[in-house]
């Protein structure tokens, strides 16, 4: 059973920058997939970004893309997200997610192809 506690989240002014993480335990993190989605007051729960297990492909949403980071670093059993150039409209709960793959693909999008979750991370960007 994988668990993932995210942490990092906080209040920044627009334009500024935020690093997330994501700690794992409970299975072999190198085999999994992550991802990051959010969720703002109101709206669906929304893709951010993706890593294979190895870390060589990765995926973004438009939204996101030029201004998001993700990467993992499988020694420590930990993912990150970068985030530079914050926006208010990047105010949400932010999630990471796991899962299994055998192909080392970054290609998951909707949050259905996730099996394991972590609690939440809030990220608030004042304008």
């Known amino acids: 059973q994988v668990q993932l506690v995210e942490s990092g989240g906080g209040l920044v002014q627009a334009g500024g920058s935020l690093r997330l993480s994501c700690a794992s335990s409970g299975g072999r993190f190198n085999r999994y997939t992550m991802g990051w989605f959010r969720q703002a007051p109101g709206k669906e729960r929304e893709f951010v970004a993706a890593?294979?297990?190895?870390?060589?492909?990765?995926a973004y949403a438009d939204s996101t893309k030029g201004r998001f980071t993700i990467s993992r670093d499988n020694a420590k059993n930990t993912g990150y997200l970068q985030m530079n150039s914050l926006k208010p409209e990047d105010t949400a709960v932010y999630y990471c997610?796991?899962?299994?793959?055998?192909?080392?693909?970054?290609?998951?999008?909707?949050?259905?192809?996730?099996?394991?979750w972590g609690q939440g991370t809030q990220v608030t960007v004042s304008s």
């Open positions: 890593v294979s297990g190895t870390g060589g492909s990765t």
């Open positions: 997610a796991a899962r299994y793959s055998v192909y080392a693909s970054a290609n998951y999008d909707r949050s259905n192809e996730y099996d394991y």
